[in-house]
């Protein structure tokens, strides 16, 4: 039966949609007078998708569809789907690897590099090993056969294949994609069918790798304040919230705009905790005042083990700290961008050894006792390149570590001696 595919130009996953209608032959119409930010913000629209999201499809007689691998699945011929019960199921457990494990490895990469998000090497490299292990993953099953799922090309093979264009695109260079000719081999095989060529523009496989350009972030950064500074006035004049594409897409930086733009402002995830007896602006204030000898025992007088907790962290990428001032660097660049939890937290942290010996750790306490950073967006920018483990207050080994990241001296744990130390107070 056919349809309507609301989306934007170039939208990956809409892409999925597009090719399973060229294989089963069902005839989708894309909805030409498309605005994204402005059609799905639209009474009539969100009367059809309450989510705003896109690509939506709207069946010929009226009935509604989200999510792009159900609006893939729906269009698709059997085929496609799967001929038995195991292959469909094989063919599910694809879609949600390609979801849940090369998406997010795949923008965390080429979001950075072409300007979308701020560029973090740690970030970046992080997302390139987890690429790099799902291309492993990839890579020897398709050794032994075809395609991904059976003998003929299935939505496994449609929504992977669409989920890594833009790494083949941006990333994968000769050099990276080596290890990978499996893939690589599928991809082209994929690439070249007469159903995918129809739907979409032949990619150039990457040649070198793009790189990051901060005036790229600069400038998508005030294009998207100034869509934020429109969708305020929209709101005010239509009382209508905004909402979320599910699409953010390298070649639609609008969507990711939105995306943005429509964020909600975070609470601080302190205030729901109860306060407890320690008084961190109390302790702060003593710290910085008097000697260790006096703070150090202060703070476990004052300590209130039931409402606050101690957490160590180790970053965990040694090997790429290299100038000590540079290292220094990262611990300042974490406290400034975690400026928001300073209120209801203290930390110690230190850096251990010289130039091309160094490790970076610290004491960290607290309101709550949880890991504080996974409860605010606004405190997940660097915490995830530290090992982290909740310290137990009434252990001996506690005491030691807090007595010496708080007076700044000793050394790590391979005998790297105390070099300096910062506060985040």
Not at 57 to 81: C, F
Not at 102 to 125: C, D, M, R, S
Not at 240 to 266: G, H, I, N, W
Not at 324 to 345: A, E, H
């Amino acid at each position: 039966m056919a349809g309507t595919l609301y989306t934007y130009p170039e939208n990956f996953r809409a892409y999925k949609v597009l090719i399973g209608a060229q294989y089963s032959g069902l005839p989708v119409q894309v909805a030409a007078d498309f605005v994204f930010g402005e059609t799905n913000y639209s009474e009539p629209f969100l009367q059809k998708f309450p989510t705003g999201k896109v690509p939506a499809y709207e069946t010929e007689d009226g009935k509604y569809l989200t999510e792009s691998n159900a609006i893939a699945y729906y269009v698709a011929n059997e085929q496609l789907r799967g001929t038995n019960d195991f292959h469909r199921a094989e063919i599910q457990s694809f879609l949600s690897f390609a979801d849940n494990e090369l998406l997010p490895a795949v923008q965390g990469w080429t979001f950075p590099l072409i300007g979308i998000v701020p560029y973090n090497k740690n970030n970046v490299e992080r997302a390139k090993e987890e690429l790099r292990r799902g291309l492993s993953i990839l890579n020897n099953r398709l050794m032994k056969q075809t395609f991904l799922v059976g003998e003929r090309v299935t939505l496994a093979d449609i929504v992977v294949f669409t989920t890594l264009l833009h790494a083949y695109e941006y990333v994968l260079d000769p050099s990276f994609r080596t290890p990978f000719r499996a893939v690589t081999r599928w991809f082209t095989t994929v690439m070249n069918q007469p159903q995918v060529q129809a739907v979409v523009k032949t990619p150039t496989l990457c040649a070198k790798v793009a790189q990051a350009d901060p005036k790229k972030y600069a400038k998508f950064q005030a294009k998207a304040s100034g869509s934020a500074r429109a969708e305020k006035k929209k709101e005010k004049k239509e009382k209508k919230p905004a909402t979320e594409s599910e699409s953010d897409t390298v070649e639609q930086p609008d969507a990711v705009d939105e995306l943005l733009a429509a964020e909600p402002r975070q609470n601080d995830p302190f205030e729901k905790m109860p306060k407890g007896t320690f008084n961190f602006d109390d302790f702060k204030r003593f710290y910085s005042n008097e000697e260790e000898s006096k703070s150090i025992p202060y703070f476990w007088t004052k300590f209130d083990p039931s409402n606050y907790s101690i957490w160590y962290g180790e970053y965990k990428y040694p090997e790429e700290l290299t100038k000590v001032f540079m290292s220094c660097n990262l611990i300042t660049g974490m406290f400034q961008r975690l400026d928001k939890m300073r209120k209801q937290s203290f930390a110690s942290v230190c850096l251990f050894g010289e130039d091309n010996n160094s490790t970076i750790s610290g004491v960290w306490i607290w309101r709550g006792q949880e890991l504080a950073f996974k409860l605010s967006p606004d405190w997940q920018v660097d915490y995830e390149v530290y090992d982290w483990k909740k310290l137990d207050p009434s252990a001996e080994e506690t005491k030691k570590l807090v007595e010496q990241y708080f007076s700044w001296s000793g050394a790590d744990k391979n005998g790297r001696k105390f070099n300096q130390g910062k506060i985040f107070k």
